[in-house]
């Protein structure tokens, strides 16, 4: 079975890219099935830093065919922008990047309707990358959205403006009140420049690569803790984080899917509002988040920072039927005394639950911590798994048996050579 399937655990910024950017060689296809430009994949390597967003992490390899996928949105803005840096840079991507005709595209005024809902919400906002996401999901399952395959017909500009004005509408605003007017000449030369690229319907490609006995990497996006159904909603993105999502997003049956990697850090983060059992406030927050470089690679936010959370993790490990964990930033805890786990939460009326409780009960959770000794090793100099500090060994190994699934990989750095696998 030639798809295997690439996911975040916990509430994003994993280290997804990263890992996607090791395991690449292997595969002949990298295919992102959800999400937009509220993503921000970080690789490095050369010495070089590179923050993707909608263009999959795969690009860097000239024999890998990149997908954007079906169950994408995409900002062509934005996408414009990714390309031409990686053009600065010398990344040949002109033949191996397809698009999905099918992809739902996102418009000036989405990026506005985001912005105005969230500031609706007064003090329960989402906490969005503000990026349009929410408003085209909202489009693409109302029966109403722009696909990308629209950009090819004559009357695209009449679609845009019906578009534009039922988006205005809905807010109960004339249509100069979405303040989208500086930014249209530019959207629509981005469109003009995404006529120019590879639209396709990407199911057949994919199956018949398939066919083929090619294989195929779908990289995730986000986590499975902001997935629409499953996370802690409605502190949510609008799209199936989860690994089920890689069939409805790319057409790929499930009977093709083989592997699933379950990508946690060895703390863990989250940007935006909700609940997050494990969070610390105080100093040790900060010692994560100084340590980590802890701040967003799409808005520059600070990540909220805190502990493992191994009742998250079991679900996350449930629903994606992770064969595989990498961990990673595990160079993030080299200074510290202590390490906590938490391994179940004690809810209101005093019971332990090794589960996740409904997203409303669990921010009125208390974590239950185990406390292990740090490994006080700078792992970022090591290159063998088996050279890892036996703190950390007994960490790994106390992982493994709480969430019976073995870890694959360690990662002890951002760069592509700083991964160890065992
Ligand atoms: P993604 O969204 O899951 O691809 O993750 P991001 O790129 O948003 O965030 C992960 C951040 O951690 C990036 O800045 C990476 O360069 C960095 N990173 C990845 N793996 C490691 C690691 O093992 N150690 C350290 N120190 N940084 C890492
Ligand atoms: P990657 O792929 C971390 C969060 C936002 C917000 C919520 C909803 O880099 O891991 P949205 O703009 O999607 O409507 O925001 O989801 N969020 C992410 N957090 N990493 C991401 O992507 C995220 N994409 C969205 O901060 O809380
Ligand atoms: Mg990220």
Not at 70 to 95: H, S
Not at 227 to 248: K, M, W
Not at 333 to 338: I, P
Request: hydrophobic share 40%.
């Amino acid at each position: 079975m030639p798809v295997d399937v690439l996911i975040g655990l916990q509430w994003g910024d994993e280290g997804k890219g990263k890992i996607v950017d090791v395991l690449a060689p292997t595969y002949d296809v990298v295919a992102r099935f959800q999400g937009g430009p509220n993503a921000g994949h970080t690789l490095t390597f050369d010495g070089l830093k590179h923050v993707l967003h909608q263009v999959p992490s795969g690009i860097f390899h000239p024999h890998i065919i990149n997908v954007v996928g079906n169950g994408v949105v995409l900002d062509p803005v934005v996408f414009r922008q990714e390309l031409q840096k990686l053009t600065d840079r010398g990344v040949a991507w002109g033949q191996n990047l397809y698009i999905s005709k099918k992809a739902q595209l996102i418009l000036p005024s989405h990026r506005a309707l985001d912005r105005i809902s969230e500031e609706a919400r007064g003090n329960t906002k989402i906490g969005s990358t503000l990026k349009g996401i929410g408003p085209t999901y909202q489009d693409k399952i109302g029966r109403t959205g722009l696909r990308v395959g629209h950009i090819l017909l004559p009357d695209f500009q009449k679609r845009y403006q019906e578009a534009v004005a039922r988006h205005a509408r809905e807010a109960g605003f004339h249509h100069k009140e979405l303040e989208i007017e500086p930014f249209e000449a530019d959207f629509f030369s981005a469109v003009e420049f995404l006529r120019t690229l590879q639209l396709t319907d990407t199911e057949y490609l994919l199956n018949d690569l398939l066919a083929q006995g090619k294989r195929i990497l779908a990289e995730g996006a986000q986590g499975s803790l902001l997935d629409i159904d499953f996370g802690t909603y409605p502190y949510v993105t609008s799209s199936s984080t989860i690994a089920a999502g890689a069939c409805t997003g790319l057409g790929i049956a499930p009977r093709h899917i083989d592997k699933v990697y379950g990508i946690t850090k060895a703390y863990c983060t989250r940007v935006g509002s909700g609940p997050f059992p494990t969070e610390l406030l105080g100093e040790t927050g900060e010692q994560i988040r100084q340590a980590g470089r802890e701040f967003g690679s799409t808005t520059g936010r600070p990540r909220r920072c805190g502990w493992i959370d191994l009742p998250a993790l079991r679900y996350a490990i449930m629903l994606n039927g992770v064969t595989e964990l990498h961990l990673m930033k595990a160079d993030v805890l080299d200074s510290f005394a202590e390490i906590q786990v938490c391994t179940h939460y004690r809810l209101p009326d005093g019971t332990r639950t090794p589960q996740l409780p409904d997203p409303g009960d669990l921010a009125h959770v208390v974590p239950v911590l185990q406390t292990l000794p740090g490994w006080h090793t700078d792992l970022t100099q090591l290159t063998e798994y088996n050279a890892l500090p036996a703190n950390l060994l007994a960490y790994l190994e106390f992982l493994e048996r709480e969430l019976q699934v073995p870890i694959r990989i360690v990662s002890v750095g951002p760069d592509r050579v700083s991964t160890l696998f065992q």
